[in-house]
């Protein structure tokens, strides 16, 4: 075997792997490249939407309210009774705690066909004010899950979000060599194309855990608009007519907070988050909220009721007693959107979604200095912009077209 032959052989190993690395980056790169402003989009709502709520508590003065301690605040019965008369006894109502201290409770009142935030004192019972249903939190929620499309069409578009993740997390591993290792690595480059891409990789294995996160439960909220939704964690509701009426009838208000009282000596961990106002007297009052008996559930699966009419406490559901498919889909908001924890984890979440809207940011910046470092050109930002946009390839023209949907679509949906 001669010498050429014999070097042929020992290259070939660190060639194919080379091959092999450069196909990975090739599709790394087309996953971070195609969708990258949808993408971006995608996550940035998402993190915003973490705190959606305290956005519009922060733009309305309605809400704002002295520091008021739970055992302080108005009943549920006088908030609702209040805001029904204001309404003339007419619509249907969903009551919502405070989302802190400093605020009012949160009335949405639906009356021919229009609805609209009735906020209400959490010491006086008194009305401040109300507010349009068109908000930053309604913007936030309805683009981020659906792009104000119909819930059959958006879904499955914003699912495609996860798709790409996904094939970024997989291809990640080859094209970052030693991964592990970027742990401890602090960003260091020289150049702003090295300093861009040691940020991205940082970014990107500290936030391993919430990528795989984002991917499971946006490919899990797929599943269900295709069809494969769990049953509702509360069920139906029971029948009034299995409950002995007391000696008198009493006022709706009262009848609630009768039922509110009964609910807390039977359990007193339940947290109320929500009280459905019964549209008549024949139909029952629900509440939901949080207990100690499961975590990771959405209010609705704590949900009890209360007869209208008499104030008594008709059931309460069990979370302990859900089958895992319907645990499964219960888990899925706490864990997207890190509510579970309250602040803390609310935080944590805003922050490792920020992380991950820079990693898509980056990605498409390292894509552009790339480009510049080839051409041997000075790195600018509206160099780099045209081409990043122009490296989209065709698909820039439809994540273009999805990121402007909702705000086209706001003013006829909301």
């Not at 194919?16 to 989009?41: D, E, I, N, Y």
């Not at 300093?195 to 990528?211: C, K, M, N, P, Q």
């Not at 139909?283 to 007869?307: C, F, K, M, Q, S």
Request: charged content about 20%; overall charge positive.
């Amino acid at each position: 075997m001669d010498a050429q032959a014999v070097t042929r052989e020992a290259n070939a190993p660190a060639g194919r792997k080379a091959k092999a690395r450069s196909a990975w980056w090739r599709v790394h790169q087309w996953a971070g490249l195609q969708l990258s402003l949808f993408l971006t989009f995608v996550f940035l709502t998402g993190t915003l939407a973490v705190f959606s709520y305290e956005i519009d508590w922060a733009l309305r003065p309605a809400m704002w309210a002295a520091p008021t301690a739970i055992e302080d605040r108005a009943s549920w019965g006088t908030v609702g009774e209040t805001v029904m008369d204001g309404a003339g006894g007419e619509g249907r109502m969903i009551v919502y705690a405070p989302i802190h201290p400093a605020a009012t409770f949160d009335a949405v009142l639906r009356r021919d066909g229009v609805s609209t935030h009735v906020y209400v004192h959490p010491r006086t019972g008194e009305i401040t004010g109300t507010g349009p249903w068109a908000g930053v939190q309604r913007f936030l929620r309805n683009t981020h899950r659906h792009l104000m499309l119909p819930v059959k069409y958006g879904v499955p578009i914003v699912a495609l979000a996860a798709v790409f993740l996904a094939v970024s997390l997989v291809t990640s591993f080859w094209v970052y060599k030693k991964w592990w290792r970027g742990f401890l690595r602090l960003p260091r480059g020289r150049t702003a194309r090295a300093w861009i891409g040691d940020a991205h990789r940082v970014a990107g294995v500290w936030s391993l855990w919430f990528v795989v996160l984002m991917i499971v439960t946006g490919l899990w909220y797929l599943v269900e608009v295709l069809g494969a939704g769990a049953p509702a964690a509360n069920g139906d509701d029971p029948e009034l007519s299995q409950i002995a009426a007391l000696e008198r009838e009493l006022g709706m208000g009262e009848a609630i907070d009768a039922g509110i009282a009964a609910l807390m000596a039977r359990h007193p961990d339940f947290r109320i988050e929500a009280v459905i106002w019964p549209p008549d007297r024949e139909t029952p009052a629900e509440i939901h909220g949080y207990t100690g008996r499961a975590i990771l559930v959405r209010p609705r699966a704590n949900t009890a009721w209360i007869d209208p009419r008499t104030g008594a406490l008709l059931d309460v559901v069990d979370p302990a007693r859900l089958s895992a498919h319907q645990r499964i889909a219960e888990a899925a908001d706490p864990l997207h959107f890190g509510t579970f924890g309250g602040y803390w984890t609310k935080t944590l979440w805003f922050l490792f979604g920020a992380a991950l809207t820079a990693l898509a940011g980056t990605g498409v910046a390292i894509y552009a200095l790339r480009l510049a470092k080839t051409a041997r050109e000075t790195p600018g930002w509206r160099r780099g912009l045209v081409r990043s946009w122009r490296a989209m390839g065709p698909a820039r023209w439809i994540a273009a077209s999805l990121v402007i949907l909702p705000f086209a679509l706001t003013p006829f949906v909301l």
